[in-house]
Every structure is written in structure tokens, then in C-alpha cells.
């Protein structure tokens, strides 16, 4: 039965003529991005690891990007299908410049024509395996928004991916007030960022912070945060256990 | 005229340089009935006078909602303006779909504008026959713009086209400094004022004209037949009360189309 099925898939949805030609693992991946809206605009972070499954292989992998005048990018998932968004928003805003009208492409508009991009995809059969962050200011309105391999999509004042979901958003939740000052954000996002140093195994010590307001992008410098290793626990740490000495 | 040699063929020039065949679209603009359009920094009103073939029939469509921000009026071969109001409905759902927001009136212009001129460059074409008022909102404000058969396209302050659009013309002329700075008010009686104007003598009802508008907050509509003429009425007052000062005010209330005595 398995073989009738397969001839009869070949020539179907899922492969060419050549074979089945779809995204099936990813291969080098980022970790979290946390995005939060403060007082001027939108602020991220992400760190600048590449993991080729456990290995960290790649530490300047840039995740974070500018789009056109209005938007900011980051993406966590595999890195080359990061880059082929980058290519596909660079021709989208290209064709919007090339109009010269004085009309352009803001947040809201880059983030819709990636969740249309993104569950297209996954319609095929073929993801880009990338959970997506878009923040951005266009004529005094804050936007900030996500989306996944899959294209959900939604908007919210704080949002994070991957193992940010898990770590981040409940300090997000918790702290994450309007109006926050750009210090205190900033302050905010490296909180999150030393507890997904700490606990997520695929994050650097190794970040770039982005802020995006109605003047314009600014990326940080790669920069690293503190660590403090120095807990009486990790003295000794095998003392006592079952079986030690 | 002798151009009857080199008006067959829409690919054909004429030793003057001219495309007849798209020459000969435009005449057809100006025999369909008047439409004119207006606007100010936040408002545009489109308005037409509805011209039906007897009196057993009804009125002719002339003004087409395009999407919440878009409308158009046509002057022309309707049959043409419903495939046109038809193709520019799917663009603005398209973008909406894709984008979630609303297309820029300016681009959905030259997107119809080139659709027109690829049936001037295309032996087995016809140049559509139907001239349209685009009337929209976009970031940049309210925009009025007149696509033609022959592919161009200009924006105006004010424009009238179709059947004695020249009278109407004239009174927008006289008006269109102002009209930046006018209320959404003031604008609807311009157009009213200006469609009077076509109708040479003719009684103006609101049965046989159609205003719509569209504006800031306030998403394209057509206006109903019941506040069209209020307007006109509080116009006629206004004519009136300048006409025989003193004299005892003239109030006509009658509904019903009334062609004078000349």
C-alpha cells in the first residue's frame, strides 16, 4: 500500500518531479528574540548565536534587521530562511520605493504580507522554519507583532519566541508597563535576555539590542552581559548527593 | 473631418501623430451625462445627473463604491465602467487581503491607467470608452483624479465630465480656490450647484442627480434621495433670497422633475 501511495504522492503535493523538495528540519538556528513597545517606539533583543543543532557554531549571526523607513525585524529558526525573508522584504520594499508617491509600507502592513508569505508556506508543505518578531512606528502608532513557522500571528505589547515564550514573557508580563523610558527597557530586555543566558542552552552571552522610533533604526553594538557564577551551591556541587563521598 | 483613412486600426498613427481610435473613446466620454467631482482637504463628493432611457426605465449607474476609502463616477459606455469598477474592487480587496490596510488612492490610479493604455497599444483591442472620476482617501489626504480611455491620468481640484460638462466647468473655475478650505457642507452644495448647471434651465431633484461622498471618518457612500433634497432646497432659498430681495420668498417643495418654460 505504502509504495502505491508514495508514486501517487511524487507527481502530487508535496515533491517534483525530482523528488520531495520541502523543508524538513532546520539545520542552523537562532535562538529567542523579545520585543517590547516603550515609550518612543519599539525595542528588541536577540543574541547573536547560531546553532547547528547542539553546537554553537556561528556567534555573529545578526537576527535583528531594519526594513524600509518604518519596521524592524528579528527572526529566531533556521538562519537561511531568515535570509530569504530579508530577500523577499527587500524586493516588497523596493517596488514600494519605486513608486515615489509618498505613500510607504509601515508595520502593520510588512507584518500581514509575512503572515500571508509565511502560511502560504505552510499550506505547501514547505515552512520557512522561522517564528518571526516585526516592531515598528509609523506616524505615532507603535506596532508590534509576531509570527510563526505556521502563520499565526497576532500583536501585543511585549512579545518573545522560542524559549523566550517560557522565560521571558512571564517577567514581561509582570514588569512590562506603558510608557516604559528607554533605559528601562533596555534594563527590562537584559533581564530577560541573563535568564535565557542562563537557562537556555542555545543562547550566547553575545547580544545586540534594537530600537526603532519615528526618527529611525538603531542597532547596538554587539555587546555581553554580566554572569554571576559565584553561588555557594556550585561549591562542592556532588556534596551529599546519593552515592558521593 | 479627412481622417477617415487612418482611423480603422487602434495601432494605427496618423501622419499628424494621432491615434484616432483613441480620440474617437474620448468622444464617447462626452456623450455619456455629466459627472462631476470636488474636493477639499478632508472630503471629496462625486455627484451625477442620472439619465434614464424613458421614463418607464430606470436610471443608468454612475457612481460605484470602490472600497471603503474609494469611489468613482463614469461618463461614458457604462457597460465599460462596470468591468473597470469591477477590476479596481478586486485590486483594493487584494491589497487589503495581503497588506490589511488600505490602497493608496494614487496607485490604484496609475494601476488603471496602465490597464487603459495597453488597449491603445494592441491590434486586437478596443480603448475602453469610459472616463472615470476616481474619488479617494489616502495618508496623504483626499484626492480627486479623471482617468481617460487614452491611459492618462491627472488629479484635479474639481472636474466635470460627460454631456455640457463645460457649464459645470466653468462654475467650478469660478469656485476652486476655495474649496480646499470648504466644509463637507459647503463642498455638497458646489456639486449641486455645478450639476444645476448642466442641466440648462432644467429643474433640479434629486431624482435625477446622485452625490456620494467620502471624507475623513467617513467611509464612501451615496448620499439618499431625502437629505439631496433638503440641500437643494436650502440652495434654492439661498438663489432666491439674493434673486428679489424684499419680495416674498419662493419655496417649491414639489418633488417631481418640472422643465421650465423657455
Known amino acids: 500500500m505504502n ?94 520605493n519605486m513608486w515615489d508617491d509618498g505613500n510607504s509600507l509601515g508595520p502593520k502592513e510588512v507584518h500581514n504580507y509575512l503572515t500571508r508569505v509565511m502560511y502560504n508556506r505552510r499550506n505547501k508543505f514547505n515552512p520557512l522554519w522561522n517564528s518571526l518578531v516585526l516592531g515598528g512606528v509609523k506616524n505615532g502608532q507603535k506596532y508590534l507583532g509576531t509570527v510563526s513557522m505556521i502563520g499565526v500571528h497576532f500583536e501585543d505589547n511585549h512579545i518573545a519566541t522560542g524559549f523566550g515564550n517560557h522565560l521571558a514573557r512571564p517577567i514581561l508580563r509582570k514588569e512590562w508597563h506603558e510608557n516604559l523610558s528607554f533605559e528601562d527597557g533596555v534594563k527590562l530586555l537584559e533581564k530577560c535576555m541573563r535568564v535565557l543566558l542562563y537557562r537556555d542552552r542555545s543562547a550566547v552571552n553575545k547580544l545586540q539590542i534594537a530600537k526603532i522610533t519615528e526618527e529611525g533604526v538603531t542597532i547596538s553594538q554587539p555587546y555581553s552581559l554580566k554572569t554571576f557564577w559565584g553561588f555557594s551551591a556550585f561549591q562542592n556541587p556532588t556534596k551529599g548527593a546519593e552515592g558521593s563521598w | 473631418m479627412f481622417r477617415n483613412q487612418y482611423d480603422t486600426d487602434v495601432t494605427t498613427w496618423s501622419p499628424a501623430g494621432r491615434l484616432f481610435q483613441v480620440e474617437y473613446a474620448m468622444e464617447a466620454v462626452k456623450q455619456g451625462s455629466a459627472a462631476i467631482g470636488l474636493r477639499s482637504k478632508t472630503h471629496v463628493v462625486l455627484a451625477s445627473v442620472n439619465k434614464a432611457n424613458s421614463e418607464l426605465s430606470s436610471h443608468q449607474k454612475k457612481i460605484f463604491k470602490i472600497d471603503d476609502h474609494i469611489g468613482i463616477a463614469i461618463a461614458g459606455l457604462t457597460a465599460d465602467g462596470r468591468v473597470l469598477s469591477r477590476y479596481l474592487r478586486s485590486e483594493c480587496i487584494n491589497y487589503n487581503f495581503t497588506y490589511e490596510s488600505p490602497l493608496p488612492v494614487g496607485r490604484l490610479v496609475v494601476q488603471l491607467a496602465d490597464k487603459a493604455q495597453v488597449c491603445t497599444q494592441r491590434s486586437w483591442k478596443r480603448p475602453y470608452g469610459v472616463g472615470l472620476l476616481v474619488a479617494g482617501l489616502d495618508e496623504s489626504g483626499a484626492h480627486l483624479y479623471y482617468n481617460c480611455p487614452s491611459g492618462n491620468y491627472f488629479e484635479y481640484q474639481a472636474f466635470a465630465i460627460g454631456s455640457r460638462s463645460q457649464a459645470a466647468k466653468t462654475y467650478l473655475e469660478r469656485k476652486f480656490e476655495t474649496f480646499m478650505s470648504s466644509t463637507r457642507e459647503d463642498l455638497i452644495k458646489d456639486a449641486l450647484s455645478a450639476i444645476k448647471e448642466t442641466l440648462q434651465g432644467e429643474k433640479l431633484t434629486s431624482s435625477i442627480c446622485t452625490v456620494a461622498v467620502v471624507g475623513v471618518g467617513e467611509p464612501f457612500h451615496i448620499m439618499d434621495q431625502k437629505t439631496i433634497q433638503e440641500v437643494i432646497e436650502s440652495l434654492e432659498l439661498k438663489e432666491d433670497e439674493t434673486v428679489d430681495q424684499g419680495a416674498a420668498m419662493q419655496e417649491d417643495r414639489s418633488p417631481e422633475a418640472a422643465p421650465m418654460d423657455i
Do not use: C, N, W
Not at chain 1, 502505491?4 to 507527481?11: L, M, N, R, V
Not at chain 1, 518531479?17 to 536577540?46: H, Q
Not at chain 1, 534587521?65 to 530577500?87: T, V, Y
Open chain 1, 3 to 96: 509504495s502505491i501511495d508514495a508514486t501517487i504522492a511524487e507527481k502530487g503535493l508535496m515533491s517534483s518531479e525530482m523528488g520531495s523538495e520541502r523543508t524538513l528540519y532546520p539545520y542552523v538556528t537562532g535562538t529567542s528574540v523579545i520585543g517590547i513597545k516603550y515609550k518612543d517606539g519599539i525595542l528588541m533583543a536577540a543574541d547573536m548565536g547560531g546553532s547547528y543543532g547542539s553546537t554553537l557554531r556561528y556567534k555573529s549571526v545578526e537576527r535583528l534587521k531594519p526594513i524600509g523607513k518604518h519596521s524592524l525585524i528579528g527572526a529566531s529558526g533556521e538562519i537561511s530562511d531568515f535570509q530569504e525573508i530579508l530577500r523577499y522584504l527587500d524586493e516588497l520594499i523596493l517596488y514600494d
